[in-house]
């Protein structure tokens, strides 16, 4: 008994060690993709930081319920919209306005810069049902069947709001009256 | 495939590069325009998405964690300090109340030893053993043997406990002998003495006892013969 405790130290350093390791792998791989769809999803860009936050606490917590890094990716996000969720519960929130998002990128022209934010603008006011499956798409390249896992919808479903979403964001940037014509 | 399946399809992910959706592209243009705009449209998109990630949010993630981590065996380490703390509070604490009232009921004895010189000068013939016994019948106690000749028994105040003296004649000279009710076990010195007198307190089945010497005296012999005879 006494030698399986003098055991039994190293082997919990070693697994703190451990944790840590996986811990921070995952942060270094996946941060950046679940602050950017946390930003999309929440319209702001200091409350996504806090949610991410969050996320990475919770994750961090239960690390070990974590068994195939391959899940990490949707295990965080599932964690990200509960903890989104919260939020919510918590308190009711005032509707926050989406930031203005400014891509710095010093080699895009003015004209690039001003489209980019069009397009920002168009993508944050597409409904959240929209939206979220289209960032799930675009920041994760998430499959239709992954999406429809992810968000607990029917494939069809999915389909059809992505769709939806392009058609309504395509339709956004060709109408503009005056900004429309640079799309030419 | 039919144009709005392929326009679905394409909506739904343009990066779908299923081997149908090429060749409905490929013959016809229409479809192939679709699917470069749509394509350019989602590049445009995913360039849009890619907001600019806040400096050092990586490492202050990893951060957070080893923070409460460290925060975690901090509060544990306190929680161990808070236990230690109060024990040792406690052990204090019944120090300071039950050392001086050790020493008070040892005191107690001793100063009563002042009295058991003047008892002893009126004691005249030894007491019988059914008189000692009659006493401390109102201690619950008994002895059942004799433990040598008792020239005093008396009833005595000795701090907040009532107590039968008996002064007894042993090889060592006169021993004071206290018999007090076991609720006096609490605060029974072990040991205790002044300039002219050694004493010791224990309990035996029913009583607690005390025995008082002078200060050369060994008390051995007696203790032992009241551990045989007190019950």
């Keep these: 008994m006494f030698k399986r405790k003098q055991n039994a130290d190293p082997s919990v350093l070693t697994d703190m060690m451990k944790k840590q390791q996986r811990y921070e792998a995952l942060v270094r791989a996946l941060h950046a993709d679940i602050y950017r769809y946390a930003y999309w999803l929440i319209g702001n860009k200091a409350i996504a930081e806090d949610v991410v936050q969050e996320t990475f606490l919770r994750a961090w917590k239960s690390l070990d319920s974590l068994n195939d890094e391959k899940a990490a990716k949707s295990w965080l996000i599932t964690i990200l919209r509960r903890e989104n969720a919260r939020r919510f519960e918590r308190k009711q929130f005032d509707l926050v306005d989406i930031d203005d998002v400014h891509v710095e990128d010093s080699a895009a022209t003015l004209e690039q810069t001003y489209m980019q934010e069009e397009v920002q603008r168009h993508m944050a006011n597409l409904e959240l049902e929209y939206r979220e499956p289209l960032m799930l798409q675009i920041i994760f390249g998430y499959s239709g069947e992954e999406i429809a896992e992810q968000l607990s919808l029917n494939k069809n479903t999915v389909n059809t709001r992505l769709f939806r979403a392009r058609s309504q964001l395509k339709d956004a940037l060709e109408k503009p009256a005056v900004r429309g014509q640079m799309n030419g | ?231």
Excluded at chain 2, 73 to 87: E, F, L
């Design chain 2, 1 to 231: 495939m039919d144009e709005l399946e392929f326009r679905r399809r394409v909506y739904a992910n343009p990066d779908d590069t299923s081997h149908d959706i090429g060749s409905a592209a490929k013959s016809d243009p229409n479809k192939q325009q679709f699917l470069s705009e749509t394509r350019a449209l989602n590049e445009q998109l995913k360039t849009a998405a890619n907001i600019p990630v806040p400096d050092n949010l990586a490492d202050k993630l990893i951060w957070q964690s080893a923070l409460r981590d460290h925060a975690q065996q901090k509060q544990r380490a306190r929680w161990h300090i808070a236990m230690a703390a109060s024990v040792a509070f406690a052990v204090g604490l019944t120090f300071a109340l039950w050392t001086p009232s050790k020493i008070d009921l040892g005191h107690a004895a001793l100063a009563h030893m002042d009295h058991a010189e003047i008892e002893m000068q009126f004691a005249a013939s030894p007491v019988s053993l059914e008189l000692v016994n009659a006493k401390l019948e109102s201690m619950g106690a008994e002895l059942t043997q004799h433990i040598g000749n008792v020239y005093v028994a008396n009833y005595c105040q000795l701090d907040n406990y009532k107590a039968l003296h008996l002064i007894v004649d042993t090889e060592q000279g006169p021993v004071s002998l206290f018999v007090m009710p076991h609720e006096a076990d609490a605060t029974l010195p072990y040991r205790f003495s002044d300039d002219r007198y050694v004493g010791k307190g224990f309990s035996t089945q029913r009583a607690s006892v005390m025995l008082v010497g002078d200060k050369d005296s060994d008390l051995h012999a007696i203790s032992g013969k009241v551990r045989e005879s007190l019950i």
